[in-house]
């Protein structure tokens, strides 16, 4: 028994623990996605073998802290660490077996003492020793849209009969009634009820906050008391204590991260306008019509005077003649040709930018930049050949016959390709015109085929009928904007109950009186009709001028908003810049320079080479502070940290590892050039056309001061578990390129990027462990439960295991044996738990937490071709670990 007790307490059982622990989670998660929260729950979270084994970790923590004795040896964050997991724990089993979770169900008027089984809503778990009286639900929403800014419930708490009570329950803000706690959770369809989450866990609660607290100071002292482990290391590579502390600091950081209305115009209407497009664009078929009947002519002539007889050439031409292929080819072509050279000047579509309009959720941007989010939803490219997004948008809208026949609209399917009436250049382009889904009656090839798909379930859907709804949903925003809808730049003056939506020139404009109802009828057509004459002209002042006059109609009559003119700047600046996009490739040009240049000092150390590298050094700050600019004028353009998004996160994260280079680069300039080739390589990835970089309103759940803190502090240890995974391959590689003639000197640079990886290890896992239980405390906060396994959660928690498994593997004898190339190896295999935690989840398994499950982006799958080559270079590296 006493052999036992001793193995159950010792470090390789800690490892054994950990790593079965991990591997049930993991396979927890993708059971879930297979076949649903219940089955996951029955069989691996709330299985009591699970539980058993949560216990014999928190006894293995126990008997290690004892065994090592860790008190007398002032070993406090370790201290402080165990305890606080077990602490932890064991408020998790507290919760468990004496919490009371359930849903309260009022209608407004009505009162409800009965909590109601979140599984099953009919059954009714217990009666409440209170009521509560729902006087009123509102769902606030975005401004002309209907997505939900926020939803709330004024309700009446009775006990004893009595109402002596009246509060205000919305996300994030919650009532206490006694023992338990009231969350806004959901509401009835026709928004005459609302949905209360109700919480009894006082005890368990208050046990696992208190294990928080302790895990926080566990990570003070692990980072700053002298004798941890951090300050080991910093003090192993050669500098004084001082010098450890302001590294410290730094990723600290990282982790906290005018012409009147009534002037008479001479003009035609939307309508009038989009037919005088359409006869130009007849005429112009009239001309290819000429254009072909003379060619045909002249090969008939030939055809005759070569000796052939009449009926030889016409059948020999029957035989040639491609049905009507190269008609429609000649037509697409000589719409483009026309787009081009009938679009609006540069400057006049500068102009048109920096108005503003409301978007579908809401939110009120510069034309600039819905012009080009459209662009990139319909062609995914930021511009159409010479034209650029505000072009394209003017185009599209004033001339629909010429664009109807511009095969700009990306299709990711060459099955659907082929369905249409796409040539084969086109097939081969990816790319359809919007006459292509037409069929020779102006019927839409695809209506029956929509229909049917939207009628499967979602996870029945294949990769053709994924793609047959993105390609349906932007043939139906062409189709909206060719009506001169969905660009909405005339808002109301506020007097209608309409969520003060604003309103397009192609909608019923009906609603506007007086002057208004004759500028904004007459304002869009005017600017298209002098748009005409200023292509003739070349002068485009008096479109610029209109331009102005619809800018002052729209801060007159915008009583919503405040249209912030340097806000607005901001934005047309940001996207000109395109800060993120360059930051990327510099990043990873000169990342790259520099670590060829620092390879060549290794080889010839001359002064010349360090002057490189200083060089080098500074311009990569130089990036680094161009991408602190970027970050920062999108967080004051939106109002928000820019951590809301698949996209944002992605920048976060680059910008976090750049951070985490800088802050190692005091010591190791390999550690920085690693760093900014990582950021670059990341930056680049967000700027591909499968992630959305747009700005949108915050879901109600969101609106919260955790937000910032808890994203920022996970994203931001994902930079130093990147740096890790870097730092890990290069050592390998040096490893790999050892002779005995070297091996002295490469042995130390290994040793001395061990340590650096090792550090940044430490500080990413005390970001991540952070940034997750701050995110259970927000969780608990907003609607109840601090932990609910859901697969984001799951493979957070699955990422911290494999980070304190690598950094405590040097307790292991066995792994402890293999020295600095097993340890740099599992660095490089322990990053795909992140990839998976940040990647995965989101395309791969389904949860709150995900921006949209669907099919991997083929970018995705380059991480197999790295981790193919790292596999190479760690088989490489273990021929010549053990050469001195």
């Not at 049905?323 to 080819?329: A, G, K």
């Not at 697409?332 to 102009?351: C, D, F, G, I, N």
């Not at 996207?575 to 520099?594: H, P, S």
Request: proline residues 4%; contains cysteine; neutral net charge.
């Amino acid at each position: 028994m006493k052999k036992l007790v001793q193995i159950l307490i010792s470090y390789p059982a800690m490892a054994v623990l950990l790593a079965l622990y991990a591997v049930l989670l993991a396979a927890a998660t993708f059971v879930e996605s297979k076949y649903g929260t219940p089955v996951a729950r029955h069989w691996v979270y709330y299985n009591p073998l699970l539980f058993v084994l949560q216990f014999l970790l928190v006894v293995n923590f126990v008997g290690i802290a004892v065994r090592q004795r860790m008190v007398q040896q002032r070993k406090w964050a370790s201290l402080l660490f165990h305890g606080a997991f077990a602490v932890i724990l064991l408020g998790a089993l507290v919760t468990h077996l004496t919490g009371r979770e359930g849903l309260m169900h009022i209608r407004e008027g009505e009162r409800s003492a009965q909590l109601l089984d979140p599984e099953n809503p009919t059954q009714v778990l217990e009666t409440l020793p209170f009521e509560v009286e729902l006087t009123d639900f509102r769902l606030v929403r975005y401004p002309g849209s209907h997505s939900p800014s926020s939803f709330e419930s004024d309700v009446v708490v009775r006990q004893q009969g009595k109402a002596d009570r009246y509060e205000n329950i919305y996300m994030n803000n919650v009532l206490q009634v006694g023992a338990y706690r009231l969350y806004q959770s959901s509401y009835d369809p026709d928004e005459g009820g609302t949905i209360l989450s109700v919480n009894r866990d006082r005890a368990g609660m208050l046990i696992t906050y208190f294990g928080y607290v302790l895990l926080m100071a566990g990570m003070v002292v692990a980072l700053f008391h002298k004798n941890s482990r951090f300050r080991t290391l910093a003090r192993m590579l050669g500098r004084k204590t001082a010098g450890g502390v302001a590294v410290l600091a730094a990723l600290l950081w990282c982790g906290v991260p005018s012409v009147s209305a009534q002037q008479r115009v001479d003009t035609m209407t939307l309508s009038e306008l989009q037919e005088n497009a359409r006869r130009q664009m007849e005429a112009i078929e009239r001309q290819h019509a000429e254009e072909a009947m003379r060619e045909a002519e002249a090969e008939r002539a030939a055809g005759l005077q070569s000796g052939s007889s009449e009926e030889a050439w016409t059948e020999d031409r029957a035989e040639q003649r491609p049905n009507r292929t190269i008609d429609r080819r000649r037509e697409k072509r000589l719409a483009q040709m026309y787009a081009e050279e009938t679009a609006v000047s540069p400057e006049t579509a500068e102009a048109f930018g920096h108005l503003v309009v409301q978007s579908g959720q809401g939110r009120v941007e510069p034309v600039d930049t819905y012009a080009a989010k459209l662009l990139r939803k319909i062609a995914r490219e930021d511009a159409y050949r010479e034209l650029n997004p505000n072009q394209v948008l003017l185009g599209i809208v004033t001339q629909p016959q010429i664009w109807s026949r511009i095969p700009f609209i990306e299709v990711g399917s060459e099955a659907l390709l082929r369905k249409t009436a796409a040539d084969d250049e086109q097939v081969e382009s990816g790319k359809l015109a919007f006459i292509d889904v037409l069929d020779d009656e102006g019927n839409y090839l695809f209506a029956d085929e929509v229909e049917a798909v939207y009628a499967k379930p979602v996870r029945e859907r294949n990769k053709y009928d994924k793609e047959l709804l993105k390609l349906d949903e932007k043939i139906n925003i062409i189709n909206t904007l060719f009506a001169g809808q969905m660009l909405a730049i005339f808002p109301h003056d506020g007097t209608l109950d309409n969520n003060d939506a604003w309103y397009s020139p192609g909608d019923d404009l009906s609603a506007f009186q007086g002057q208004d109802s004759m500028f904004v009828s007459k304002i869009f057509p005017w600017f298209a009709t002098e748009t005409m004459k200023s292509i003739e002209s070349g002068d485009w002042s008096v479109p610029q001028e209109i331009i102005g006059m619809m800018a002052t109609y729209q801060n007159a009559k915008a009583k919503a908003y405040h249209i912030d003119a340097k806000r607005i700047d901001a934005e047309m600046l940001y996207n000109r810049l395109n800060l993120f996009k360059w930051a990327g490739f510099f990043y990873m040009g000169f990342g790259l320079l520099l670590i060829l240049a620092l390879i060549f000092r290794l080889v010839n150390p001359s002064r010349g080479w360090r002057i490189v590298v200083r060089i080098l050094t500074a311009v990569v700050v130089v990036i680094f502070l161009g991408q602190t600019f970027g970050v920062g004028l999108r967080w004051y353009i939106a109002g928000r940290p820019p951590v809301s998004n698949a996209y944002e996160s992605m920048i976060f994260v680059a910008w976090a590892t750049a951070v985490a280079g800088l802050a190692f680069g005091w010591r190791s300039r390999m550690t920085l050039a690693l760093a900014a080739f990582l950021s670059g390589v990341l930056m680049f990835v967000s700027t591909l056309n499968w992630m959305d970089p747009e700005i949108t309103p915050l879901v109600p759940v969101l609106k919260s001061p955790w937000l910032l803190v808890h994203v920022a502090a996970i994203t931001g240890s994902y930079g130093f578990f990147g740096i890790g995974f870097l730092l890990g391959l290069i050592s390998l590689l040096i490893m790999a390129c050892k002779t005995a003639r070297n091996a002295l000197r490469l042995n130390g640079q290994i040793r001395e990027l061990t340590i650096i990886n090792e550090m940044a290890l430490t500080v990413g896992l005390v970001l991540l462990t952070a940034g997750t239980f701050l995110g259970a405390v927000w969780a608990n906060e907003s609607w109840g439960r601090y932990w609910g396994w859901d697969p984001k959660e799951t493979w957070a928690l699955i990422t911290m295991i494999v980070y304190a498994f690598i950094l405590h593997a040097r307790f292991v004898p066995a792994i402890r044996r293999g020295g600095d190339y097993l340890f740099n190896l599992m660095t490089v295999v322990g990053l795909g738990a992140v990839l998976m935690t940040f990647f995965g989840v989101n395309y791969f398994l389904s949860g709150m937490h995900s921006y949209g499950a669907d099919s991997a982006p083929p970018a995705l799958y380059a991480i197999w071709v790295v981790y193919a080559l790292a596999a190479v270079v760690a088989v490489l590296a273990w021929r010549k670990r053990h050469l001195e």
